[in-house]
């Protein structure tokens, strides 16, 4: 009776457990129909839209996409491994998850990181919750196109160590067809839950096509007194086309901390959405961006405060160092009623290191009338010698001490995108890949005589 009876159980278990999984892909499915369903009707963005005003897609849209292969052969990651993050690793094929290239031995027990068939049913039910109220049309493009999602849920109390490096390798396609790969993302960190992850974007196979358009989204919910470290390192290829979205929601005495470096792709947006759910949140935003030839780099974001007790701050950088190149930004903070004694700020600083180099910034930091608190707003550009701030005048100083002006430049460079780049410091491997990528940017920029530049800085 007793076997009968833990049998009898077993099978209610199991059966239990069925219908979980079963509404889990249920939910699944129905984000990709309505998503399918959506696009039918939905009007894509031009250049007569507001929000891409600077940024045309059109040459994006006009190209036939086809699903990228999940199973394609990748070469070897060992180039792109950390010893950071050794064994809490995670390898992503063109969106898809791929156990044999993956190490999570390191990870603790109570953690889930895997498909969302397997995740939690708690944290499985909030798939597109905030994608489906702030998600802009690229993010409806991800749920039509996703093949699955990554979740990665942390308990309540449970703080992982070690950072988790998602590397996210992406495969192209010859010919005039674009191969599009859609990667999702899921994390949940409970009460007083604490983690650091870093995305990774790369091309799958060095020296075959780049002809491929990845479009990914995150969503992040950041639970009461939790704690959230995301990096996000954009390299990928020369002619690949990158749009990302990220959502994310703080709950009470929540911390939420990103750190983005966009290096890679000639078409790159990133929309930034991040709700307070609650009071006495913090967040902090490092975004660095380097637009090389032919570059365009969009950084899209929006911070809604409505709770009191609330810290912001945000440091945008931006370099462009071609003639070719553009940057975007448009950073809304909204600070609203009921968020007394919210302690804001926001800057926006650009570096133009030739001419015809171009940047449209928007920094828009806006308080509710009767709200109490401190906001402090910044927006500097040092741009190209017919200016009146001119990059010039540091290298012209070098040069008067009898440094070259491609050492100069490096230096100068080097020193104003740093402080955003050194906060990958948790994979140093990282880091340095980011480094040498904004090297080898540089060594395209043509270099102004140094006389001529001197001459004109002390005119």
């Known amino acids: 009776m007793r076997m009968a009876n833990g049998l009898a159980l077993h099978c209610v278990a199991m059966f239990g457990s069925m219908r979980m999984t079963t509404r889990i892909l ?93 995740a939690p049913a708690g944290s499985a039910s909030k798939l ?73 974007y790369v091309q799958g196979i060095a020296g075959s096509s780049d002809n491929y358009f990845t479009c990914s989204v995150a969503e992040v919910f950041v639970g009461e007194g939790a704690h959230v470290t995301h990096g996000y390192a954009q390299r990928e290829g020369a002619a690949a086309a990158h749009f990302k979205g990220t959502l994310v929601s703080q709950a009470a005495g929540s911390l939420y901390d990103l750190s983005e470096a966009c290096v890679g792709a000639s078409l790159a947006r990133h929309d930034l959405g991040i709700t307070q759910e609650g009071a006495a949140t913090e967040t902090t935003l490092r975004h660095f961006l380097l637009c090389g030839s032919g570059q365009l780099h969009d950084l899209h974001s929006k911070l809604d ?37 919210t302690d804001a700020g926001q800057l926006s600083r650009n570096l133009l290191l030739v001419p015809k180099a171009t940047v449209n910034v928007k920094p828009n930091l806006q308080e509710h009338k009767g709200r109490r608190g401190r906001l402090t707003e910044e927006m500097g550009s040092i741009e190209d010698g017919r200016h009146e701030i001119s990059a010039a005048s540091e290298q012209g100083s070098s040069w008067a001490r009898g440094i070259d002006a491609a050492t100069a430049r490096a230096a100068l460079v080097y020193s104003f995108g740093s402080a955003v780049v050194q906060s990958f410091k948790i994979l140093p491997e990282l880091r340095r890949r980011i480094e040498e990528d904004v090297s080898k940017t540089l060594k395209e920029v043509e270099l102004t005589a140094a006389p001529a530049a001197a001459k004109a800085v002390t005119a």
């Open 26 to 118: 249920r939910r699944m499915s129905a984000l990709r129909s309505s998503s399918k369903a959506a696009l039918q009707t939905l009007c894509m963005p031009s250049t007569r839209n507001e929000e891409y005003r600077y940024t045309d897609v059109s040459s994006l849209l006009k190209t036939s996409i086809k699903l990228a292969d999940p199973a394609a052969n990748i070469d070897d990651v060992a180039p792109y491994m950390t010893l950071g993050a050794k064994g809490s690793t995670v390898v992503v094929v063109n969106g898809v998850m791929n156990a044999s290239l993956s190490n999570l031995e390191g990870m603790p027990e109570q953690v889930y990181v895997g498909g969302i068939e397997g």
């Open 128 to 200: 597109g919750e905030l994608s489906a109220s702030k998600g802009g049309p690229f993010s409806v493009l991800n749920g039509a196109y996703s093949q699955e999602v990554l979740c990665i849920v942390v308990p309540a109390g449970v703080t992982v160590e070690q950072p988790i490096h998602i590397l996210h390798l992406s495969t192209g396609a010859d010919g005039t067809e674009r191969q599009i790969n859609a990667p999702r993302l899921l994390v949940d960190a409970g009460k007083k839950a604490s983690i650091s992850l870093v995305e990774e």
């Open 305 to 341: 405060l409505s709770h009191p007790n609330g810290t912001a701050n945000q440091l945008h950088k931006c370099i462009v160092s071609h003639s070719t190149g553009k940057g975007v930004f448009d950073g809304n903070v909204q600070v609203n009623k009921y968020a007394q004694k």
